[in-house]
């Protein structure tokens, strides 16, 4: 059994305890009943790791709405909803099924399948909870229905399992202060940060900023540990900005939809775990970590997610790949500065 299938059943028989007589297993994985809306877990490809290891891409992936049409004021909905406040999951569009989905993606390895089999069971359970709890409103603000289905063989499940109900601990333990200390921040920057991928960054009390190549200038890069989820209270919130003007909003909402499905269900830019979302003439990616994480993720874990997003989003944007001269102080926003001034 490889380190894509023991992720699967580990998660099957261990973490969410999956009850046989709501769930269908798959040659991939399985989809599960757990309440009203049908969640797949699943290996979707291949892929090398870092270190050239065969690695699994795992999806999670929760209906929450269907019979949905793309229009512009849903557009705007998704954009100032869902999208810009995305914890562990975001939402991705199917045009053929027109089913809106939450959805969560990551590249599991050797390396990391020990504390990122976690992270996707705490992305299975935050997109249970928020269907059951988002999904009818959002439906009916949409102009939607939910997304009810039954298991083929024994209907709906009138009983949600108590697996819906899991995502209240990380909501408890939000209430405590952020659980990566302040020093840790401080101590990332000091020794990952400070040459390529980064720019430059910086850190004060329970935060970092990091820049990454951008064109000719940079993207900007926010851990917070220090601004608590509406969900879910305090932990680490993930915030990336693109630079990328449109002539709309509804058009940047839906080019970070279409990015959604890309990164979310196909091919992982760092741990899919968040939204990409269209905000003031910017694509944002926004996810967050909940404080019950803090003993699997690293804030390096996070660092060098963000920094396969960034490259990974400077090429299909601008398609400017990195390279040495990508790293020029001058397109750090210190140089942009400096080129201004010698300008003038």
């Known amino acids: 059994m490889n380190v894509g299938e023991q992720t699967i059943a580990w998660l099957y028989d261990k973490q969410l305890q999956v009850d046989d007589e709501w769930a269908v297993r798959g040659p991939n994985g399985f989809t599960w009943w757990a309440s009203l809306n049908a969640q797949a877990i699943e290996i979707v490809s291949e892929e090398a790791g870092p270190d050239g290891e065969t690695g699994y891409v795992i999806a999670v992936r929760t209906e929450m709405v269907r019979d949905l049409d793309l229009t512009d004021q849903v557009l705007h909905d998704l954009n100032t909803g869902p999208m810009r406040t995305a914890a562990m999951a975001g939402p991705v569009y199917d045009p053929h099924t027109r089913t809106l989905s939450l959805c969560s993606l990551a590249l599991v390895h050797e390396g990391n399948a020990s504390w990122l089999k976690v992270l996707l069971s705490g992305a299975a359970v935050t997109q249970l909870t928020e269907a059951m709890l988002l999904g009818p409103g959002l439906a009916e603000q949409l102009g939607a229905e939910q997304a009810v289905t039954g298991h083929p063989e024994h209907g709906l499940r009138e009983e949600p399992d108590e697996m819906v109900f899991t995502a209240r601990v990380f909501a408890d333990e939000g209430r405590e202060p952020c659980r990566w200390p302040a020093d840790a921040f401080e101590q990332a920057v000091k020794q990952l940060m400070r040459q390529p991928p980064s720019l430059g960054a910086s850190s004060g009390g329970s935060a970092l900023t990091v820049e990454f190549p951008y064109?000719?200038?940079?993207?900007?890069?926010?851990?917070?540990?220090?601004?608590?989820?509406?969900?879910?209270?305090?932990g680490l919130l993930i915030v990336q900005r693109f630079p990328f003007p449109l002539d709309s909003e509804a058009e940047g909402a839906n080019l970070a939809l279409s990015l959604n499905g890309d990164d979310l269900t196909?091919?992982?830019?760092?741990?899919?775990?968040?939204?990409?979302?269209?905000?003031?003439?910017?694509?944002?990616?926004?996810?967050?970590?909940?404080?019950?994480?803090?003993r699997q993720v690293l804030l390096s874990n996070v660092y060098y997610s963000c920094a396969t997003r960034a490259r990974s989003i400077a090429f299909r944007l601008l398609n400017r790949d990195w390279d040495e001269d990508s790293f020029s102080l001058e397109n750090s926003a210190m140089g942009q500065i400096m080129r201004g001034k010698k300008g003038h």
Request: hydrophobic share 30%.
């Open 215 to 234: 064109g000719d200038g940079s993207s900007l890069c926010q851990i917070n540990g220090d601004q608590a989820h509406p969900l879910y209270g305090n």
């Open 266 to 294: 196909v091919n992982p830019a760092g741990y899919g775990f968040g939204s990409y979302v269209y905000v003031d003439n910017m694509i944002c990616f926004t996810g967050f970590i909940p404080n019950s994480f803090d």
